[in-house]
């Protein structure tokens, strides 16, 4: 192999990617990474942060060692260079034995304040990017949190992800403030509102309030703020929250915020709503059938458990609205399996997971059903939603039908694009689109939920 045919060879894997994975996955992970030089002993890529590296070796390394050069023991003769530190030298490396040093005392220690009286940065270690299972109903969300991550206070200010619970928005915050930490050394603060009203309590009683503004409002460079739903009916505190909030974007500070359910539909001021609605508002769906079973996968081999796949098809089609009730059950099928030394089998699943599986699924809901009910709501015809037609009183609800069917089916975008007759990227364009929409018209947001109702009725 020359070094002409080396770099042929990367873009060769390159196509072989794109036709494997989506368009948003393939930009995220593959295009910021060049070839910087090329030998027939060895390919030396420029890439923008660790994370790609680890991506690359972690799910494609039995392709690339397809494509790329080898060493004499068979190990893929890739050199990787962190694009950063190409550009501004070392404060820009991976991070370093100081900066991880330093985060292992935190996690160590659950009495170390890093900030005197105001509550420690605590990031859950496992909650990253590379570790979050991303399928079609967070896709979007992903790729949102890790733009502001690559360019924080620069794209979308503030980012507010709203879904149901245990659907991975905690993950997701706290994979944010994993990056910026890490690649952009900045000071993160990641709290609970909870958290964040005990604080402010605590600082009424001490008399140090003005201290406790300072360091939220002065000190903080990107500020994430978990389940802003419980600010609701506290008056109080959502105005001290909110001058926090505009202090902080002000600045170019930025913020995220997870809730469950929009910002139009929580029980606070306007002005609030209206400074969280000034971003960019991203839902969080329930995670489809496929999702689900990647999820039980990855679960299992964290804990050294064998599933089998039609078992992991069985658990996911009877746990289906919470990542987190999967993650219990592979914790008591592991202990069970242990303790009994039994194989996971279907029978074992049912017997184990009785409380969780009592439930029958839901009735499974259809596109004709979703059709049906958008055609009623915005006065169309059936037929002109399953046809071509291309006007914007037929465009808007078409739209709207497949951004629900996305949302209530479980179904992979191939298969929902196939009952429209449509393409998979043409049912994710119409749901970016509504995403879009939804985040500041009132009117839209108010007719789909009374599709949903219509529905779910």
């Given at each position: 192999m020359i070094a002409s045919d080396t770099r042929e060879s990367w873009t060769q894997?390159?196509?072989?990617?794109?036709?494997?994975?989506?368009?948003?996955?393939?930009n995220n992970w593959f295009s910021h990474i060049h070839v910087i030089e090329a030998t027939a002993e060895e390919i030396v890529l420029e890439i923008p942060n660790i994370f790609v590296q680890e991506y690359l070796l972690t799910n494609y390394k039995k392709d690339l060692r397809a494509f790329l050069p080898v060493n004499a023991y068979g190990e893929l003769a890739i050199r990787f260079v962190i694009a950063a530190q190409t550009k501004k030298g070392p404060t820009h490396h991976a991070p370093t034995a100081q900066h991880q040093t330093h985060q292992n005392y935190n996690h160590q220690n659950p009495n170390h304040q890093s900030h005197g009286t105001h509550p420690e940065v605590k990031l859950n270690p496992n909650y990253r990017f590379e570790s979050f299972i991303e399928g079609s109903t967070n896709q979007f969300v992903k790729s949102a949190a890790m733009s502001v991550a690559q360019r924080p206070g620069q794209s979308f200010n503030p980012l507010f992800i709203h879904g149901g619970v245990g659907l991975g928005k905690t993950h997701i915050l706290h994979s944010i403030g994993h990056y910026v930490r890490e690649y952009h050394k900045l000071n993160v603060q990641c709290i609970t509102t909870e958290a964040f009203i005990n604080d402010l309590v605590d600082c009424l009683r001490n008399k140090s309030v003005d201290k406790m503004k300072k360091y939220y409002r002065s000190d903080i460079d990107v500020f994430l703020v978990d389940d802003i739903q419980f600010l609701q009916n506290r008056l109080n505190f959502e105005e001290e929250l909110a001058y926090t909030f505009?202090?902080?974007?002000?600045?170019?500070?930025?913020?995220?915020?997870?809730?469950?359910?929009?910002?139009?539909?929580?029980?606070?001021?306007?002005?609030?709503?209206?400074?969280?609605?000034?971003?960019?508002?991203?839902?969080?769906?329930?995670?489809?059938?496929?999702?689900?079973?990647?999820?039980?996968?990855?679960?299992?081999?964290?804990?050294?458990?064998?599933?089998?796949?039609?078992?992991?098809?069985?658990?996911?089609?009877?746990?289906?609205?919470?990542?987190?009730?999967?993650?219990?059950?592979?914790?008591?099928?592991?202990?069970?399996?242990?303790?009994?030394?039994?194989?996971?089998?279907?029978?074992?699943?049912?017997?184990?997971?009785?409380?969780?599986?009592?439930?029958a699924p839901r009735e499974k809901i259809t596109v004709e059903q979703i059709l049906k009910s958008v055609a009623s709501v915005f006065q169309v015809r059936v037929s002109d939603l399953r046809g071509s037609n291309r006007t914007k009183d037929i465009a808007l609800p078409r739209q709207v039908a497949m951004y629900l069917a996305k949302e209530m089916i479980n179904e992979s975008l191939i298969m929902l694009g196939v009952s429209f007759g449509k393409t998979h990227s043409t049912i994710l364009h119409a749901c970016k689109c509504i995403e879009k929409k939804v985040a500041t018209d009132e009117n839209l947001r108010r007719q789909i939920g009374m599709v949903r109702r219509n529905i779910q009725a």
């Amino acid at each position: 192999m020359i070094a002409s045919d080396t770099r042929e060879s990367w873009t060769q894997f390159l196509e072989f990617v794109k036709s494997r994975c989506s368009a948003t996955a393939f930009n995220n992970w593959f295009s910021h990474i060049h070839v910087i030089e090329a030998t027939a002993e060895e390919i030396v890529l420029e890439i923008p942060n660790i994370f790609v590296q680890e991506y690359l070796l972690t799910n494609y390394k039995k392709d690339l060692r397809a494509f790329l050069p080898v060493n004499a023991y068979g190990e893929l003769a890739i050199r990787f260079v962190i694009a950063a530190q190409t550009k501004k030298g070392p404060t820009h490396h991976a991070p370093t034995a100081q900066h991880q040093t330093h985060q292992n005392y935190n996690h160590q220690n659950p009495n170390h304040q890093s900030h005197g009286t105001h509550p420690e940065v605590k990031l859950n270690p496992n909650y990253r990017f590379e570790s979050f299972i991303e399928g079609s109903t967070n896709q979007f969300v992903k790729s949102a949190a890790m733009s502001v991550a690559q360019r924080p206070g620069q794209s979308f200010n503030p980012l507010f992800i709203h879904g149901g619970v245990g659907l991975g928005k905690t993950h997701i915050l706290h994979s944010i403030g994993h990056y910026v930490r890490e690649y952009h050394k900045l000071n993160v603060q990641c709290i609970t509102t909870e958290a964040f009203i005990n604080d402010l309590v605590d600082c009424l009683r001490n008399k140090s309030v003005d201290k406790m503004k300072k360091y939220y409002r002065s000190d903080i460079d990107v500020f994430l703020v978990d389940d802003i739903q419980f600010l609701q009916n506290r008056l109080n505190f959502e105005e001290e929250l909110a001058y926090t909030f505009e202090a902080l974007k002000n600045k170019g500070a930025q913020i995220v915020i997870t809730s469950d359910k929009p910002p139009s539909l929580l029980k606070l001021s306007e002005r609030t709503i209206g400074k969280m609605e000034g971003g960019l508002v991203a839902h969080m769906g329930v995670p489809e059938l496929e999702t689900r079973v990647a999820i039980l996968k990855q679960k299992a081999e964290q804990k050294g458990l064998h599933i089998p796949q039609e078992v992991a098809f069985f658990i996911a089609e009877h746990i289906y609205n919470n990542v987190r009730q999967l993650e219990g059950a592979i914790n008591r099928l592991s202990a069970h399996s242990r303790l009994m030394n039994h194989n996971v089998t279907e029978e074992l699943v049912t017997k184990t997971l009785c409380e969780m599986l009592q439930q029958a699924p839901r009735e499974k809901i259809t596109v004709e059903q979703i059709l049906k009910s958008v055609a009623s709501v915005f006065q169309v015809r059936v037929s002109d939603l399953r046809g071509s037609n291309r006007t914007k009183d037929i465009a808007l609800p078409r739209q709207v039908a497949m951004y629900l069917a996305k949302e209530m089916i479980n179904e992979s975008l191939i298969m929902l694009g196939v009952s429209f007759g449509k393409t998979h990227s043409t049912i994710l364009h119409a749901c970016k689109c509504i995403e879009k929409k939804v985040a500041t018209d009132e009117n839209l947001r108010r007719q789909i939920g009374m599709v949903r109702r219509n529905i779910q009725a």
